[in-house]
């Protein structure tokens, strides 16, 4: 690809696999979003909209993979933006990096945002005395994200390492809370159940308060192009990179719906559920005592700070990989690596501090955590489009590598940018009704900030010396600077 590789390949097939199956983790999104759900079309939406959203999702993944197999750098998306374009390579590239870098950072700030509200329904329930507050959730938010920067800053190895447990406790704990679910409660709910349509989120129109609980499962499926930005890490990536973004997409979708089903059904009083503090909580006590639900709780609150973890990791290497284009301020040290772990410390740190510059605005907001979502929701799958777009633009001069979809590429791109378009253009609009300053989505503003910046700074110097992914040379150039 042009680069001299100053990071070591120590992932193999299932640790490239584990990075997007960890971030999509079916646990931590299905939990921190269910309360949303629950009052943004309910039961059907959740159901029904997971299957839909899901294919959905699987069209974007394979067609992503289809570009992974041939452009497989941690650059990812903005790297095969600016080698597919035919023109303007360094606009697309540019734009596909930012969008890309202000998704991830979202993931990471609402991941951990989901894991402080939960940690602190564990302490209520076991402390009654102990108020969650919105102060509180940013100040452990905080905590959250700067210990997982700790975990990045050290090596490649551990974080490998932590990813494989990170499956197994999703799978391990997937099978904990369906069976015990289906048990221990004393009473389920009818099959027709899952039919049922509520629309409490104060907008008359059912059709847009349904539209809105998409929202849940699209949150949910986000950051399978870590597979993609492990690429540089990855043996026999060319192959093992799209493997993973396509199984960590379809693995996730069945155990997801199994565990979406399982809680639809053990809901005991809908509106009691609905209007709890953290639903999700509230049917596990319901359902199976307080001490069970506590054990419960905690599985959820792991799977919360593994999907953080390695969504950080993936958020870097997207950072390490764009300065080293000189396409951020201060490139020459977010792209250094440190000599001894191998790993982009410096940018590991950016990262943390931009994740937590988006949690600010819960301090005072109790709608942070939608807007946070939509940003990391339509940040992503709008630089998901921008390549896949553009390898529809090229047709037949497009060339695939080991892992391609024949003459399936095409129809499965439109399908993907479609959906991209459709989905990035409802989660921009407002999320509750009536419409305050506490309530405003401000998903918006957040993007439009740094899509301004992004402009300002493109027209002010940036398209005079950025022309997109740079070459260092000839392969034999490249391969004599390897982890020089």
């Given at each position: 690809m042009g680069y001299p590789r100053k990071l070591t390949r120590r992932f193999q097939a299932f640790d490239n696999f584990a990075i997007s199956f960890t971030i999509i983790n079916i646990i931590s999104g299905i939990f921190s979003g269910f309360g949303f759900g629950l009052n943004a079309g309910g039961p059907s939406i959740l159901v029904f909209g997971w299957i839909g959203v899901s294919a959905m999702v699987l069209f974007v993944g394979a067609a992503m993979a289809e570009v992974a197999s041939a452009y497989p750098t941690s650059g990812a998306l903005y790297f095969s933006a600016g080698k597919l374009a035919k023109r303007h390579k360094g606009a697309w590239s540019w734009y596909t990096g930012w969008l890309n870098f202000v998704g991830q950072v979202g993931g990471t700030a609402a991941t951990g945002y989901a894991a402080a509200t939960f940690l602190q329904a564990f302490i209520a329930l076991q402390w009654p005395s102990y108020e969650p507050t919105p102060h509180r959730t940013v100040l452990i938010t905080a905590l959250i994200i700067v210990l997982q920067g700790l975990a990045n800053t050290y090596?490649?190895?551990?974080?490998?390492?932590?990813?494989?447990?990170?499956?197994?406790?999703?799978?391990?704990?997937?099978?904990?809370?369906?069976?015990?679910?289906?048990?221990?409660?004393?009473?389920?709910?009818?099959?027709?159940?899952?039919t049922h349509f509520a629309n409490n989120t104060g907008f008359t129109s059912g059709l847009y308060g349904g539209m809105l609980g998409l929202l849940v499962t699209s949150w949910t499926f986000t950051g399978f192009d870590g597979s993609f930005h492990m690429s540089e890490e990855t043996v026999r990536a060319t192959v093992n990179a799209p493997k993973g973004?396509?199984?960590?997409?379809?693995?996730?979708?069945?155990?997801?719906?199994?565990?979406?089903?399982?809680?639809?059904?053990?809901?005991?009083?809908?509106?009691?559920?609905?209007?709890?503090?953290?639903?999700?909580?509230?049917?596990?006590?319901?359902?199976?005592?307080?001490?069970?639900?506590?054990?419960?709780?905690?599985?959820?609150?792991?799977?919360?700070?593994?999907?953080?973890?390695?969504?950080?990791?993936?958020?870097?290497?997207?950072?390490?990989?764009?300065?080293?284009?000189?396409?951020?301020?201060?490139?020459?040290?977010?792209?250094?690596?440190?000599?001894?772990?191998?790993?982009?410390?410096?940018?590991?740190?950016?990262?943390?501090?931009?994740?937590?510059?988006?949690?600010?605005?819960?301090?005072?907001?109790?709608?942070?955590?939608?807007?946070?979502?939509?940003?990391?929701?339509?940040?992503?799958f709008l630089a998901y489009a921008v390549p896949i777009l553009l390898r529809l633009r090229l047709g037949d001069e497009f060339q695939p590598g080991p892992w391609h979809l024949g003459r399936w590429g095409r129809p499965v791109g439109v399908v993907a940018v479609t959906w991209i378009v459709l989905s990035s253009a409802l989660f921009m609009l407002p999320q509750a009704s009536p419409i305050t300053a506490h309530s405003f989505n401000y998903a918006p503003i957040a993007l439009a900030v740094v899509l301004a910046a992004a402009t300002v700074w493109w027209f002010a110097a940036a398209r005079r010396r950025f022309h997109g992914p740079v070459s260092y040379g000839r392969p034999d150039e490249v391969a004599a600077m390897d982890l020089v």
């Open positions: 090596t490649v190895h551990l974080v490998a390492v932590l990813n494989r447990i990170s499956v197994w406790w999703l799978l391990s704990g997937l099978v904990v809370i369906v069976s015990a679910l289906i048990v221990m409660p004393e009473h389920h709910q009818s099959a027709s159940f899952v973004i396509t199984r960590a997409i379809g693995y996730s979708a069945i155990a997801g719906l199994l565990l979406m089903l399982a809680l639809v059904y053990s809901i005991r009083d809908y509106d009691r559920v609905a209007s709890a503090d953290a639903p999700p909580v509230q049917i596990l006590i319901d359902g199976l005592g307080l001490g069970t639900a506590k054990v419960v709780l905690l599985i959820v609150i792991g799977a919360m700070l593994f999907c953080g973890l390695a969504n950080l990791t993936s958020n870097t290497r997207q950072i390490f990989a764009f300065s080293r284009d000189g396409a951020m301020p201060g490139s020459r040290w977010w792209h250094s690596v440190s000599p001894r772990t191998r790993t982009p410390v410096k940018a590991v740190w950016l990262a943390v501090a931009c994740s937590l510059a988006l949690v600010v605005p819960g301090w005072w907001s109790h709608t942070a955590f939608t807007a946070i979502v939509s940003v990391n929701v339509v940040g992503l």
